[in-house]
Each structure stands twice: as C-alpha cells, then as structure tokens.
C-alpha cells in the first residue's frame, strides 16, 4: 500500500480573516462575506423555504455577512419575466430566512438589482432606448418621471427588506445593471438632468442612495455594489467611479462592496484562469480613498489568499460567494484549525452560475448538496449498521463516494490503480488556467484522511478480492476513445491522455482530433503562453488588454496585444456546428476567445481520411486537404471501463456484495464531473 503524496498545508490560522469588525451599524463576526449570488430559489416565492434552508446552513458555517441574490425594485427591472423581485408578498415570506440566519448568530442583507437592459422582457428599460448584447428585448428610455418613480421603487423595496428582518440591504450598482448603465456614456446618451456629462450620469445612483438610506433608518445598514473597472468601452474612467464613490459615502453608504467588469464585457473576470485576487489593487486603490469599509471580491477562493488580501491592507472584508456554495462550514473550519479540510470550489461555474443563466436552480459541481439541503440528506449511521465499503477508482466520483459514505459513519477502502488520486480531474490540471483545480484534489486528500477512509493506491483489485465488502462501488472511470485512422508513417498519433501525462509529446504542428471539452482544452494546453498567465496578475491583464481606466480607455480596457504563437495547432470536428458550442455559458466564450487571440486554426464539418508521410489527410466538406503536421493528438471523448462490475457479480460467494456502477464507468457519453459527483452523493447517501 502507498502513502498519499504530500500536499502543501494551508495556514493553520487565519487572525484577520476571523477578527470581528464594526460596520457602523452593526459588528460582524468576521470579515467573511458571502457575496450576492444568484441560485435560482430567488424566483420561486413558494420555495422560500429551500432558500432558508440553503442560506441557513452558511449562517450556522460562520460566514459575517449574507448579501442575498438580486431582487428587482419593481416589475420593469426583474431579470427575467417570472424573475425575483422585493414586492410586498415575496419580502412577507422572507421572515423565515431573516429567523433562520438571525438564529445562527449571522447577519443578512437583502440585495436590490435592477436589470435595466439586461432584462430578458418587454418591460425592460434603460437610461438610452437600445438593446444590449446579452438580451433579446430592446430596452426603452426611462422617462425622467419614470426614472424618479424608479428612485422611490428602491427605497419602498429597502423599507420592506428592513420590516422583513433584513439587516440591510445592498443596492447593486454594478455588473452592468441599471444604474451603471446610468453610469458610462456609452449606455446614457441622456440631456436631462440624469445625464449630460459626468455629474448627471451619477445622479441616479446617488439619489438611490439617499433614498434607500431614508427608508431603511440609521439601525439598517447600506452596502452599495460599485464597479470598480466597468472593461467595456465607453466605461467609467477611475476618477469618476472614486467621485460617485465619495458621493455614495456622504449618502450614507456603509460599506461599498467591488463589482468588476459588465456582464457584456470581454475580459474574463470570474473564471478559473482569471489569477488569484486579481482585482484586489483596484479595491486597495478605492480603500485609500473613502473612509467606509470595503469589500474585495472576484477569483479571491482560497482562505489564504483571502487573509493575504486582508494583510496587505487591500480590503476590509472579502467576498466569498462561491467558495460557501463549495463549503458553507468554510469559517468554521477556519476557526477550528480545519483550514486543510475545506472544499475547494475550482471556479468552473458548471453547477452554479451556469445553471442560473439557463434558469435551473445552481448547485456545485463538488457539494450537490448546495441548494439541495432539505432534499439531499446524508445521515450518520448508527455503528452497528455501518457497512464495509469498497469503492474502485479514486476520481472524482470515486473520491466523492468514499467521502460522503465515510462522513455517514461506514467503514471504506479505497482502491485506486494508478500512484494518484484524481483521475480526469488530474490532467485537468495541467491545462494553463485550470491550476486550480489541483486544490479539489488536495482538500479530497484531506478529508478522506480525516473521515479516516483507507487508501490502496496501486492497487486493482480483483472480483475476487472485492467479495468481503458489503457495498462494491464501481468508480473505474473512462479511458480515451481510439478511432479508425490507417496510417502508414507520418505525424505519430496521440491521445489526449498520453499528452497530458507526459508519456508522449507534440511537435510544432499539431492537429487536434475532436473539438469537445478536451480537444478545447488540449489546443489551449499546446497554444497558451508559458508561464501560464494565470499565475501572475499583472501578465494576465497585459494578455487581455486590462488598463487604467482614462479618458483614452474608458472602462479599462484595450485591445489585446498580439502574441507570438507557439505552435501551429489545428483543432478539428466532423460536426458543422461552432467549435466548443456544447462548452459551459459562463466560460465558453473564454475558451473561444483564447483560441481565436492563439491562432489556432479552426475545421468543420470534416472527415478524417488517413494518415501518411504528407500528413493528416481529410475532406473539409467536399474539399480534400492535406494538413502537415507532425503529430495528431485524438480528443474523440471516452469509453466507459467497467468490467470489474461483472466480475464482483461473477466471484460471489455466498453472500454477493451489492454493486454500484457510478461516474464515467456507468456513462462515459459526455463524461460530466457534476454528474459524476453528484451521483457518488447520492449512491453515498442510500448505503
Ligand atoms: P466530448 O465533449 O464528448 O467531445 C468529444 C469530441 O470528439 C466530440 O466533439 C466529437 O465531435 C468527437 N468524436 C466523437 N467520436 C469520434 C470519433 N469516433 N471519431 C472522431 N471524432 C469523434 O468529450 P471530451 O472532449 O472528451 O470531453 C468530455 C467532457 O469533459 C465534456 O463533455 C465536458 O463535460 C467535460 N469537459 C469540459 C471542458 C470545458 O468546459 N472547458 C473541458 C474539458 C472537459 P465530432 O463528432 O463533431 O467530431
Ligand atoms: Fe465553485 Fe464550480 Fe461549485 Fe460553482 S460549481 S461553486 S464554480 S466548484
């Protein structure tokens, strides 16, 4: 048997993260705030109890300070339709939210979102008549009675979170949502009052302001959402986002939380190959300015890197919305020197926001118990009933399965054939912008040592040796598809896995068979410049043309400067449809721009023919071509492995352990790790 390779140790104390701090209005606990994010639970008033249930379980983890999903003033700035909005019935039925967080010794605040063009109806307006990127319906102009009307809708919304039991309320003032479409000329072409330069663009935000502060009392607190960096053209310049943020101040504004980048922008702000902490020098730049708290957020997901933020005087208080989806006991763990134990939450967006924008309830692709507390249940068991686990195969479901069963109280082994854990998860890692994900697989290490599960690395066991176990649960993964491709010398051809695991190398002209998740990713992990830009901020912003925000670049941000390419790389799909069109919403366009900014030369609709002395021979559509290349990397998705399901059924002896076939052993077809994961949960939660 194997040790666990080590792992770097997280610091076993966090003092500034989990000091307590006067907000002016209140104290909160710490200075862990769980940013506004939408779940979808918002929406459905009848289910206000998933919502509770969901935002309770982060109060009793620890977290200071609970900015709720945007609710929407009034019917013309709801997202969507059906879409979450503060009117006077939805706020009745909050107490019980406001009951269960104020029970767990936490605070919450409602947040107020209005859409403006970003809404998907009819209804939506703006401060010009236009339509934005993002949305179907053309947005008409606000009136100047209509924009007065839009005021009091905000403050008569604030006034009903307080009675609500809300211990605030967060007006959201950036992302590209009403008030900072007031905000950038390219959005307010207005000559009123409400317009016409500098000054009156910010009207609008600052009246909202100090209304909302009328309405809400000195007792509530105000935390206003600014966009810091706008990354659109025709955005704020920094002077006057400091100038509306000084005005905010004298409105009474409390805390003033760091909003980065439109949701139309073309900058990444949110996805794993944005570094760590990004934007943190824009939230220390505003906090040399006003004398408020304020609150860092974007890409800031390890403990950490959050203390770090906090010791170097960028921030106040940072916002960790999607690492308490990931753990909602992230404080406490902190608190009581669990720090290794944490979930790491890899930024993929997959189970969360991209759910939310194709309107399904979000989740987490490593907790599917997040939003699905009253739903998914994991109860102990009691000693006697513990049963003897054996799961095969430590990726991510395997890993999952192992954990989740031995949380409950069964006693597991498990069994792994390589000298690492990880699986698929593993080569995922090692594309340039995915270095994050090698974290999930420490705090898997972590926990599956704590909750005192077995480990057999380079170990396969057979039916046979599986026969004492109670519960064999088959996690045996996938391995790469091969497909038909004669060849008669040439370009060698490789499979992504070799690739990846180092058993093989590319040359300088590449072609990529298979244009899915991983053939994406393969031309990134060929194309990307080394050092991976992710790993140095002020790289990464030069590679997306992030600047200071002046006169010349409003919004901050500029073309992206042309980089020499590394190789030639041509990535190849038999489909006709868009190359990397099945990625997720949030990051596909991530990916797409990287390849284009790359270079890498894009086929569809082809057939692959063979491969001989001249190259990769194919018909792209009608036309035969020859691509020269010296190696072909097949990415043509996986197939399932899974024999080992018969032959625990086939070595049974007396009793038959019951078998479980999960993740990509079960279905390796579009080979998911959310599915793959919330399956072992589930398997996990019936033993
Ligand atoms: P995939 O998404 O199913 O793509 C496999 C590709 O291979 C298909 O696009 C298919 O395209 C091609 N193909 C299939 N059979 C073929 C054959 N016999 N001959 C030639 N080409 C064939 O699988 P994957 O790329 O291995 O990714 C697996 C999963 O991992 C994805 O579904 C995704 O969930 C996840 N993933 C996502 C990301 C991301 O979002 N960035 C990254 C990595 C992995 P044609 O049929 O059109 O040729
Ligand atoms: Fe983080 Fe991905 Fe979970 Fe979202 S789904 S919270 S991005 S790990």
Redesign the pocket.
Known sequence: MSALPPHPTAPRTYPRLLSPLDLGRFEVRNRIVMGSMHVGLEDRPAEVKKLAAYLGERARGGAGLIVTGGFSPDRTGRLTPGGAQADARTLRGHRVITREVHEADGRIILQLLHAGRYSFHPLAASAAAGKSPLSPFRARRLTRRGVGRTVEHFAEAARRAVEAGYDGVEIMGSEGYLLNQFLAPATNRRRDRWGRGPEGRRALPLAVAAAVREAIGDEALLSYRLSLLDLVPGGQTWEETTALAQGLVERGVDVLSSGIGWHEARVPTIVTSVPRAAFAENTAALRELVEVPVIASNRIHAPAVAERVLADGQADLVSMARPLLADPQLPNKLADGRANQVVACIS?N?ACLDKVFDGKRASCLVNPRAGHETELLLNPVIERRARKVAVVGAGPAGLEAALAAAERGHIVTLFEATAEIGG?LRL?AR?PGKEDYAQALQSWRMRLAAAGVGIRLETRPTGQDLAGFHDVIVATGVK??E??LPATGGPQVIS?ADLLEGRAEAGDRVAI?????????VAEFLSAPRPSPTLDVAVWKQHWGVVEADEEHRGGVTARPAEEPRREVHL????E?RIGA???RT??WV?RAELRHAGVIQHRG?T?RHVDEQGLHILEGEDARVLEVDTVV?????VSVNALADEVAAARKGRAPRVHVIGGADVA?????ERAIRQAVEVAAGL
């Open positions: 993929c997959q698929q995922a594309i790469p598809r497909i038909e992504y068979i298979g244009a899915g998740g991983i053939g994406v990713d190849l799909q038999r489909k449809t099945g990625l997720g990051t596909g990916h082809v692959y097949v990415c043509a998705g996986q077809a579009e080979l998911d790790a």
